[in-house]
């Protein structure tokens, strides 16, 4: 069974730059996710699908982050314009739909920003 | 905010068990727990996950105490590689918009 695909693995764009990540999820997967880790933090949520609705985007800075999931399939993640701050790798995560017994998300290996 | 309390680092001697512990005194009756690890350069992977009864897998035992405010995370015989980040979380069970937060983890480090 294939993984969570993302692109591009690495970028280093200057600040005010834009930059866009793409992630393929595992095929079936009604949910998918966009996390964003700081060196040394734990994976913070930005947004959350479920198929192609947004169920939870309270932690994207919307003024200069967006995503979308057309088809409810795969997704891009686009920053404009970028800042220092936004350095980070950023996860891509996908899950079969919910119920007692399943709750396990599959990420990928992340695309890694660095904003000079 | 995560709703979990870890140590942020532990050793553990390769070929011992590795008993990693987490606290989560304000757990809900609905509120699974579940644990992740996070291996160098790499995304998370789910190790395991339970509601009340202790849970075993391929991977790891996961122990709850019955009062649900606490639990432990068994790696019977650690080998190098299980040297991670492991986060403990705590998670409603529904169907479809609940989110998984993570909170800072424990560095685990196995010597050889």
């Known amino acids: 069974e294939a993984g969570v695909a993302q692109s591009p693995r690495y970028k280093i764009i200057e600040k005010r730059q834009s930059v866009a990540f793409w992630c393929n999820p595992i095929?079936?997967?009604?949910?998918l996710y966009w996390y964003q880790q700081i060196l040394g933090q734990g994976p913070k949520l930005l947004i959350q699908?479920?198929?192609?609705?947004?169920?939870?985007d309270s932690q994207l800075p919307k003024d200069r982050f967006s995503a979308e999931r057309l088809k409810g399939v795969d997704s891009t993640l686009k920053i404009q314009p970028a800042k220092l701050e936004d350095s980070a790798v950023y996860l891509c995560a996908s899950e079969q739909s919910r119920g007692p017994d399943t709750g396990e998300l599959f990420f990928g290996e992340g695309s890694r920003l660095t904003v000079l | 905010d995560a709703k979990t309390t870890q140590p942020p680092s532990m050793d553990c001697a390769e070929g011992r068990a590795a008993n990693l512990p987490c606290n989560h005194s304000?757990?809900?009756?609905?509120?699974?727990v579940y644990w992740y690890r996070q291996i160098h350069s790499q995304g998370p992977q789910y190790i395991i996950h339970g509601l009340k009864n202790n849970e075993t897998n391929e991977m790891a035992s996961l122990i709850i105490t019955e009062d649900r405010k606490s639990s432990t995370l068994i790696l019977p015989h650690a080998t190098l590689r299980d040297t991670a980040v492991y986060y403990c979380?705590?998670?409603?069970?529904?169907?479809?918009?609940?989110?998984?937060?993570f909170g800072t983890g424990t560095r685990l480090t196995i010597i050889p």
């Open positions: 979380i705590v998670r409603v069970q529904n169907f479809g918009n609940e989110k998984l937060t």
């Open positions: 095929s079936g997967h009604a949910t």
């Open positions: 304000t757990i809900s009756g609905n509120e699974y």
């Open positions: 699908f479920q198929n192609n609705g947004v169920v939870d």
